[in-house]
């Protein structure tokens, strides 16, 4: 017995429309954006203390740091508060990531640092900064201030976080420690019993002069 095989009849347009859906390429979804999250931790100490204070960002995800390679992952700029002065920036190395913020809507006092490539998903970039606390301001507060990063389209998933304050607890001076006992305690207590053995002495020379008598 002889079997006879039919083929479907398949329109031309329609298995060309099928070839070309398969040739189109597949449009890849951006990579998700880093969100870069500003850090500050307070300036504590007295009026004419410099202390170090550590301030940078933290990549909260979900991707990795962004920018053009070799030019870092972004900047940030740091502010120091009313009343305080940066005296030093951190070093890395050899690599200076910091310079004074010029221009005329820079604030004064204030640097632009640059972050590191090799900045992962809940990774750190912060740096160590030396801080003068040259008198106390109420209310004063700094910035930490996340800017925008070049080469990149996305936008940034959470634009909350990218400034935190920096803040300034100025702390009294220490009292002194009590001083120990004048000198003065002692001749007082010295002249005391010299004049009771005085005393005494006379009592002994006026019994002594009546046996005498």
Known sequence: MKR???????????????????????????????????????????V??????????????????????GHGAGTYEVT???????????????????????????APGSYICSIGEN??????????????IDEKVDGAEGLVRVLDRDGEE?????????????????VDRTPEPPRPASPATNSTLLLATTSGTAVSAGAIAFGVSRRKR
């Open 48 to 69: 004419g203390d410099t202390v170090e204070v550590e301030l940078g960002v933290r990549n909260g995800g979900p991707g990795p740091a962004g920018g053009r390679p």
């Open 80 to 106: 120091p508060p009313p009343g305080t002065a940066i005296v030093a920036t951190p070093h890395s190395g050899a690599r200076q990531p910091c310079v004074a913020a010029l221009g005329p809507d820079a």
């Open 119 to 132: 900045f992962s998903a809940g990774e750190r970039d912060t740096l160590s900064f030396r801080v003068r």
């Open 4 to 46: 006879t095989m039919r083929w479907a009849a398949v329109p031309a347009a329609a298995l060309a429309a099928g070839l070309g859906l398969c040739a189109a390429p597949v449009q890849a979804e951006p990579a998700p954006r880093a969100d870069y999250q500003a850090i500050a931790h307070p300036v504590v100490g007295r």
């Open 154 to 170: 996305s936008p940034d998933p959470d634009p909350a976080n990218d400034t935190a304050p920096i803040r300034v607890e100025v």
